[in-house]
């Protein structure tokens, strides 16, 4: 599994890009291997307890961020409400969507309560398309990530991400295991910006497309 990568850091905070296939915080009592963890020795031993500011899918890849103290945990956490994160990320979806660009406004059920709707917005573009095989490469933008939601709204559209076994129709998925040497969604956090707790700085960051995504990229030429 290729490492992570330290994109920035400062005394506040911490912005790592995460490889595919490891967990950003393992649930209580999962022992399962973690990103958390994996950076909890250095930091450890200079009594630093990093808190989380976005979760990303265990099979999703790119930028996560950490606050290195309580108050700038908090700090952050009451700026979202003013300066929302924008997070970009790059995806490769089943398909070739009508629209080019737009976005997509249905309520996800709330991850506590399935029965309650919470809002959600995902704004999209389709960089390109790759009509021989029936795929798309589209960026898309959002504030607020629910539980999956860049995966559900797409699968709302018939666009489900390409070789995501949860979501995608089972003989869709077969026919593209064909072409695909990969098993696993092609889901990138690839852009972030941030205004910095402290200094009130806007700050841009960026993540690498992983090997395996840009492979999948060529393939679909």
């Given at each position: 599994?290729?490492?992570?990568?330290?994109i920035?850091?400062?005394?506040?905070?911490?912005?790592?890009?995460?490889?595919?296939?490891?967990?950003?915080?393992?649930?209580?009592?999962?022992?399962?291997?973690?990103?958390?963890?994996?950076?909890?020795?250095?930091?450890?031993?200079?009594?630093?307890?990093?808190?989380?500011?976005?979760?990303?899918?265990?099979?999703?890849?790119?930028?996560?961020?950490?606050?290195?103290?309580?108050?700038?945990?908090?700090?952050?956490?009451?700026?979202?409400?003013?300066?929302?994160?924008?997070?970009?990320?790059?995806?490769?979806?089943?398909?070739?969507?009508?629209?080019?660009?737009?976005?997509?406004?249905?309520?996800?059920?709330?991850r506590?309560?399935?029965?309650?709707?919470?809002?959600?917005?995902?704004?999209?573009?389709v960089?390109?398309?790759?009509?021989?095989?029936?795929?798309?490469?589209?960026?898309?933008?959002?504030?607020?990530?629910?539980?999956h939601?860049?995966?559900?709204h797409?699968?709302?559209?018939?666009?489900?991400?390409?070789?995501?076994?949860?979501?995608?129709?089972?003989?869709?998925?077969?026919?593209?295991?064909?072409?695909?040497?990969?098993?696993?969604?092609?889901?990138?956090?690839?852009?972030?910006?941030?205004v910095?707790?402290?200094?009130?700085?806007?700050?841009?960051?960026?993540?690498?497309?992983?090997?395996?995504?840009?492979?999948?990229?060529?393939?679909?030429?």
């Amino acid at each position: 599994m290729p490492s992570k990568t330290i994109i920035f850091e400062d005394k506040s905070v911490l912005v790592v890009s995460k490889p595919r296939g490891l967990l950003t915080v393992a649930a209580k009592g999962n022992k399962q291997k973690n990103l958390l963890d994996e950076l909890k020795g250095k930091y450890q031993e200079e009594r630093i307890r990093l808190r989380p500011v976005n979760r990303i899918d265990r099979d999703t890849s790119g930028l996560v961020i950490f606050a290195k103290t309580k108050e700038v945990f908090m700090a952050i956490m009451q700026r979202q409400r003013l300066d929302k994160i924008e997070k970009t990320y790059l995806a490769i979806v089943t398909g070739i969507l009508k629209k080019k660009a737009g976005e997509i406004k249905i309520p996800l059920p709330s991850r506590e309560d399935p029965k309650t709707k919470i809002p959600a917005k995902t704004e999209y573009i389709v960089l390109r398309e790759f009509r021989t095989v029936k795929a798309s490469l589209v960026e898309v933008k959002i504030t607020s990530g629910k539980f999956h939601q860049i995966r559900k709204h797409f699968r709302i559209l018939d666009h489900a991400l390409l070789m995501d076994r949860d979501y995608m129709d089972r003989s869709e998925y077969v026919k593209y295991q064909k072409i695909v040497p990969f098993r696993h969604f092609f889901l990138h956090s690839s852009e972030m910006d941030f205004v910095h707790p402290i200094t009130g700085k806007k700050m841009h960051f960026r993540a690498d497309l992983p090997e395996e995504f840009a492979e999948t990229l060529k393939i679909l030429r």
